[in-house]
């Protein structure tokens, strides 16, 4: 029988923010599940720091997926606590960190102390959303165009590709949305967005080994 190799997920919700990312998170859930992985489901006030290194401790995941504010030198949690910082490790795993600036130092020093590969941006993680659709994020169409493709690498990974596929396919999705927003037929929502999904194109970087998978 194949080992599990688990998955740790982080989903804050305090703020329209972390509302949108813990909504759209739960797709990726349910495919873990249907392949077989246990999931650690660190969601709204259980995303705190203690919890947090004691399910990295006891259940070493394999994929972390990390979605919450932050800047070049930590991501946080729950009410704006620092969740992970330079300091952690986290070994033989994968990271991807839905998160502003993670990868700018703050992913640099987790591959220095150890982890396999970091998936990341260098600069802010920016998503558009419309206000009439605040209190039902999985309804919202602009917000899809932005968290249905990021998404696409955690999903990449968990049906056993490479950190280097999961990093184009989702880079690839970007591009398309993009492409589709610059269009004649885009809505001004749209157009106004896609600056922020060529940035979010721009700034997603792989970091440590391009082979890692879980």
């Known amino acids: 029988m194949a080992m599990n190799k688990p998955m740790l997920i982080t989903r804050p919700h305090y703020d329209v923010v972390t509302n949108y990312l813990c909504s759209w998170s739960e797709s990726i859930i349910t495919l873990a ?3 077989g ?10 995303a705190e720091r203690v919890r947090f290194q004691s399910y990295c401790k006891a259940k070493m995941p394999a994929l972390l997926f990390l979605n919450g504010h ?7 949690g729950h009410n704006d606590e620092p969740l ?4 952690d490790h986290f070994g033989n795993s994968v990271v991807y960190a839905r998160s502003c600036e993670c990868a700018k130092r703050l992913g640099v020093k987790l591959v220095e102390n150890g982890l396999r590969t970091f998936i990341g941006y260098t600069r802010k993680f920016i998503f558009g959303y419309l206000t009439t659709k605040i209190t039902r994020p999985r309804e919202d169409m602009l917000a899809a165009l932005f968290l249905e493709s990021s998404n696409l690498i955690v999903s990449t990974l968990l049906k056993g590709h490479t950190a280097q596929e999961a990093d184009a396919r989702g880079k690839e999705a970007m591009y398309r949305n993009f492409r589709k ?10 157009r106004y967005a896609a600056r922020w999904t060529w940035g979010n194109i721009k700034s997603q ?8 998978r879980v």
Request: no cysteine; glycine share 12%.
């Open 33 to 35: 599940s249907e392949k």
């Open 37 to 46: 992985r246990d999931v650690y489901d660190l969601k709204g006030d259980k």
């Open 70 to 76: 932050g800047n070049a030198d930590v991501i946080t």
């Open 84 to 87: 992970v910082d330079g300091s």
């Open 181 to 190: 927003m610059i269009a004649s037929t885009a809505s001004y929502e749209e």
């Open 205 to 212: 970087v792989i970091l440590g080994s391009p082979n890692g």
